[in-house]
């Protein structure tokens, strides 16, 4: 369950990655206006080859973390590794260290970029709530921006969706078993209350899946029974046209749930 918890977080920061299109994320941007205000070079940004070192950093210095947790350095060592990013760069645009400033640079951009896999990791790894949310918020915070994207992206945008959750379930459930196999550890029914929980998880997820494809084809009929005015609209062919599309599926879904669970229950009184 950590380990695949732990990589549906790398999968999620990539992902993330793909979905901004390359574009800085705000909070990037509003780091380098911070530097730039200070007459310092801009150091922090997104590329392919940053993305990658910075998950395969996050998933290094997370380990190293969670060694660290286990004989009580806990604390400093993560409060280091956090400021390391923003330490690194202030060296190495003052030029206070004897080291090349270009290695420097690198390494604060693969620092920060690492922060959500080593907030996670060490969640995952140490069953701590709070560490696990704040890598949920930073892969959801590092790839915000304004460029929006078109309906080419829809599928990586479901992906990172799909892996987002999958992280939060299981890093999140892992925390709560592990919490009750110290109270159950010479129970036998604890066995199956792990497989009960995989069970749903599987069903959600796939129900959650089938929901999503049902709410694009949607879509699709809806450019097939609408006048070719309307479906051949910029609006209707965006992902916005397509995210109100989904929307109107679900209020139509909800609308047919209520009707005929009331129907069930007035059977069930009767």
Do not use: K
Request: aromatic fraction near 12%; charged fraction near 10%.
């Amino acid at each position: 369950m950590q380990v695949l918890a732990t990589a549906a977080l790398a999968a999620c920061a990539w992902l993330g990655f793909v979905v901004s299109a390359g574009a800085d994320s705000l909070l990037t941007q509003a780091l380098n206006v911070v530097l730039g205000s200070f007459g310092l070079d801009l150091i922090f940004v997104a590329t392919a080859e940053t993305v990658a070192g910075g998950i395969m950093l996050g998933l290094l210095l997370g380990g190293m973390l969670v060694l660290a947790d286990e004989r009580g350095y806990g604390y400093w060592v993560g409060g280091t590794l956090a400021l390391l990013p923003f330490l690194l760069a202030w060296l190495s645009l003052t030029g206070r260290s004897p080291l090349a400033p270009e290695p420097l640079h690198a390494l604060a951009n693969f620092g920060w970029l690492a922060l959500p896999l080593l907030a996670g990791t060490f969640g995952i790894w140490r069953n701590s709530l709070p560490t696990i949310a704040i890598g949920a918020l930073l892969v959801l915070v590092q790839p915000l921006n304004l460029a929006g994207n078109d309906v080419s992206a829809i599928f990586a945008i479901l992906g990172f969706i799909f892996c987002f959750m999958l992280y939060i379930e299981l890093a999140y459930g892992h925390l709560r078993y592990a919490r009750l196999a110290r109270i159950m550890n010479y129970s036998g029914e604890f066995g199956s209350v792990l497989n009960w929980f995989g069970m749903m998880l599987l069903l959600t997820l796939g129900f959650t899946t089938l929901l999503t494809v049902a709410a694009f084809g949607f879509h699709d009929l809806l450019g097939n029974v609408l006048p070719p005015r309307f479906h051949n609209s910029i609006e209707f062919n965006t992902i916005y046209g397509r995210a109100l599309s989904v929307m109107v599926f679900f209020a139509l879904w909800a609308i047919a749930q209520t009707i005929f669970s009331r129907q069930f229950l007035a059977r069930q009184v009767e």
